[in-house]
């Protein structure tokens, strides 16, 4: 592994350090779950905002990359170590004691999760991406913008090589550009699994499952077949699914505080991750945000609108340079007619 890809971990860890020492000041201290949530949006958020202004300024290239992520990792670090050295103790994110403990049906379960996803790992490293998709769109766009250094729309026949929403394809160009190579191109889709793992935790504890409960829902998110196939490829399914399950669980901690900002801000950032992700992300978001939108009504009556324009803002706002492009080309073909 390139060094140079440890400064996006490190960074995602900067920021779920930071999301932890945040949880434990709450009345009700977050579980490790949701802490993982915040900093998994926080950090598509960074990579949304590095490969937007780079491109403006026709700089995705390494040097710049290598600086723009060294300073998320010092915003980040520098964060969190601010205040961790706020307060006293020590106290790293716990699981379960069941979970930890002699439980032979937990173990049994986590067994098999780790067995699929550290298999699926080595597919995914050991086989250079391949597939139809990867070498005429996915790949093939990222390809154009590290010539180019930039997203900007450019000359070609494969219409949806600039029209489809573009994130999965911002970390393959990440990724790509850091390492050198495209051998972590597969990875995006199989850190996507792990997260919708993670995420289907938090809400199976929060719709009132026990331990045992939750690593099985883990594993039966991960054995999807589908799935399976996916998470070891360039497609952007699983990685749309993690914004989705992202935004389930932020409506849920949203609804459950009584509209609280916060939630109500990651709930609209998710949406706006999910929709800059694919086009489905449309058919999902709509329906939870008409569910969300009519609980907040309920019980917060005229405050719900506040909220809810908020939501709204952050979901256009992810997306909107992507938006904007895209309204702009098709604007200039209507003139041509």
């Known amino acids: ?53 780079l491109s403006l300024l026709v700089m995705l290239r390494r040097d710049a990359l290598l600086v723009a992520w060294s300073i998320a990792l010092l915003a980040a670090g520098g964060l969190y170590l601010r205040l961790r050295t706020r307060r006293l103790g020590w106290a790293s994110p716990q699981l379960p004691r069941d979970v930890t403990g002699a439980d032979p049906a937990i173990l049994t379960l986590l067994t098999l999760l780790i067995m699929i996803m550290l298999t699926l790992a080595l597919v995914a490293l050991a086989y250079a991406p391949n597939t ?51 051998r972590w191109a597969n990875m995006v889709q199989w850190f996507a699994m ?56 932020m409506a849920i901690e949203l609804l459950r505080s009584g509209g609280a900002w916060l939630y109500g801000g990651g709930l609209g950032l998710a949406l ?3 929709i800059l992700t694919k086009g ?3 058919v999902l978001a709509v329906p939870l945000a008409l569910i969300v939108g009519g609980a907040l009504v309920w019980h917060l009556r005229a405050a719900a609108l506040a909220r809810g324009a908020l939501i709204a803002v952050l979901a256009l706002a992810v997306p909107a340079g992507h938006l904007h492009v895209i309204n702009h080309s098709m604007a200039r073909q209507l003139a041509r007619l």
């Open 1 to 53: 592994m390139s060094w140079t890809l440890g400064l996006l971990a490190l960074t995602w860890f900067g920021m779920y350090g930071t999301a932890h020492e945040i949880g434990r000041r709450r009345e009700e201290p977050w579980h490790w779950q949701i802490a993982w949530v915040f900093a998994t949006i926080a950090w598509g958020i960074t990579l949304v905002a590095i490969t937007e202004l």
């Open 132 to 182: 139809w998709d990867s070498m005429t769109y996915h790949l093939s766009r990222v390809m154009h913008w590290q010539q180019n250094a930039s997203v900007a729309h450019y000359a070609t026949n494969i219409d949806r090589q600039i029209q489809m929403p573009p994130f999965a394809e911002f970390v393959i160009l990440h990724l790509d550009t850091l390492s050198g190579n495209d």
């Open 194 to 249: 792990v997260g919708c793992a993670v995420g289907v935790t938090q809400i199976a504890r929060r719709l009132g499952a026990s331990a045992r409960e939750q690593v099985a829902a883990a594993l039966l998110t991960s054995a999807i077949p589908v799935g399976v196939t996916q998470a070891t490829s360039t497609q952007n399914d699983y990685v749309v699914a993690l914004w989705m399950v992202c935004a389930v669980a």
């Open 272 to 274: 706006g991750l999910a």
């Open 280 to 282: 489905t992300a449309m």
